[in-house]
């Protein structure tokens, strides 16, 4: 009860911060979550094993691995979610399936979009430190006798895993800027709060200033969990003394 | 062929907004990027804090949100300018804030900070003693910074610009948000008029891999140019 009148009594007088407004970036934070995280772990679930078919020595396994991440990576992220929001509706016989309630909202579309987005860079990196692999750790685990599947999953996995860290934590803060265009297609994310609450007021600082507090905040939070990981994962290759 | 629906050349134009727009914004880039790096590497206190205040905030909020706030915000900052300017001196200007403008200065903005990290590192690892033969030259600093700590500099700094040009050139894609007709613009309109996303995204997708390749091309040229003397590494 203390609480709601002290933030009655911080709101008073304030035109724009209303509890109403507020509200607004509350649900924006929520949508802006959901689509990060949720991208974020269907990317890495779909990237452990592109990463590591990216690296195989058939051809037509390797080839077209390269050419997706290739072409998700070296377009915008906002012409890729164009080309899924405005290209399902073509999809032949989707509207006759159990898929298109999902889609025809703005959220799904915007997910797959964000999805492959993440699953191209993160394969990438991820397959950039399976390559870096110290030669003597696969040696000795050839000389283990280990099968290859078991060399993967034992040696060359938890260790490229723990390499990449650095580099997937700013694909991580990659996707919560680049979440911010879900807002082009009416998605009422951070951003997108942000514009409404510009269009209603009129007041382009006080909107986009307070949206661009919460992305920061967002991100020092995301930075500072990664290095603690970095901290316990890598903990191991910190100089000893 | 490929049937545009009359829209071939507005597209064109908007590939040429597009390149444009990310030529300028890289060259005020550069420019803030070495302007960032001098700061932070200076002996000022004051300054140093103002580039990493500009470094840290920039590259933790979004490039929309940034644009946005240029673009509108930046307008109705010129007017209360232009306002108090008349009040006082009676001088009656309106500057108006266009969109390709606004697009240059926010894109160029946030990539300075990128830039200006960049060129820290690299301006770190110019060996100290090739500046130390330079002074003992006589070469004022000035002629030091272009001759010798400028291109040894760039060695170091090529692969991270060119990988901020990669990041830069998608980024123009977000002006299109704030009205101004990029390539993506276009096709965007022109998929919605004609309901066929595909016959007009997939060429500007490929546009945009096309200018992509050529500038991994360039970029390897230079390369080659700023490693000569160094082992061909």
């Known amino acids: 009860m203390e609480l709601v009148n002290w933030f009655n009594e911080l709101l008073a007088g304030n035109l724009i911060f209303t509890p109403q407004t507020l509200g607004y970036y509350w649900n924006g934070v929520v949508t802006t979550t959901q689509l990060v995280f949720l991208s974020l772990l269907v990317g890495l679930v779909m990237a452990v094993p592109l990463s590591i078919l990216r690296g195989s020595k058939h051809r037509w396994i390797k080839l077209p691995i390269y050419a997706y991440t290739y072409v998700f990576r070296g377009t915008p992220l906002l012409i890729q979610l164009y080309i899924i929001y405005y290209g399902v509706v073509f999809v032949d016989g989707i509207q006759q399936t159990f898929l298109w309630p999902l889609l025809r909202e703005a959220f799904y579309p915007a997910l797959i979009a964000f999805t492959l987005n993440t699953a191209a860079y993160t394969t990438e990196i991820f397959h950039g430190a399976i390559k870096a692999t110290a030669r003597g750790e696969i040696e000795a685990a050839r000389a283990y006798g280990m099968s290859d599947r078991m060399m993967m999953r034992r040696i060359i996995l938890p260790s490229a895993f723990r390499r990449a860290l650095p580099a997937y934590g700013n694909e991580v803060i990659f996707m919560l800027h680049a979440s911010a265009i879900a807002s082009v297609v009416t998605l009422m994310d951070i951003t997108g709060a942000a514009r409404f609450v510009y269009a209603r007021y009129y007041a382009p600082f006080e909107a986009f200033l307070f949206a661009a507090a919460i992305y920061l905040c967002l991100t020092f939070a995301i930075l500072y969990f990664f290095r603690f990981l970095e901290r316990r994962l890598l903990a191991h290759l910190r100089p000893q003394n | ?233």
């Open chain 2, 1 to 233: 062929m490929l049937d545009l629906h009359g829209y071939g050349p507005r597209l064109l134009e908007g590939a040429g907004v597009t390149i444009q727009l990310a030529v300028l914004s890289l060259m005020l880039a550069i420019v803030l990027g070495l302007l960032t790096a001098s700061a932070k590497m200076s002996r000022s206190w004051l300054l140093h804090k103002i580039a990493t205040l500009y470094t840290t905030v920039i590259r933790g909020v979004p490039d929309l949100v940034l644009m946005l706030l240029l673009f509108f915000g930046g307008q109705m900052a010129l007017n209360v300018l232009t306002d108090i300017l008349y009040d006082r001196s009676g001088i009656d200007i309106f500057i108006n804030l266009n969109a390709f403008a606004a697009g240059v200065i926010t894109i160029g903005f946030i990539f300075g900070a990128y830039m200006g990290e960049t060129f820290r590192g690299a301006f770190m690892a110019v060996d100290h003693g090739q500046i130390e033969a330079g002074k003992a030259y006589g070469m004022s600093d000035w002629l030091v910074f272009r001759r010798i700590r400028f291109p040894l500099m760039m060695r170091h700094a090529l692969p991270g610009l060119s990988n901020n040009w990669m990041v830069l050139l998608k980024t123009t894609a977000l002006v299109s948000v704030i009205g101004l007709s990029d390539m993506v613009r276009v096709a965007a309109e022109a998929s919605r008029a004609t309901h066929e996303p595909f016959t007009f995204l997939l060429p500007v997708a490929a546009i945009y891999l096309l200018i992509a390749s050529v500038s991994e091309w360039m970029f390897a040229r230079l390369h080659k140019r700023y490693n000569v003397g160094f082992g061909g590494h």
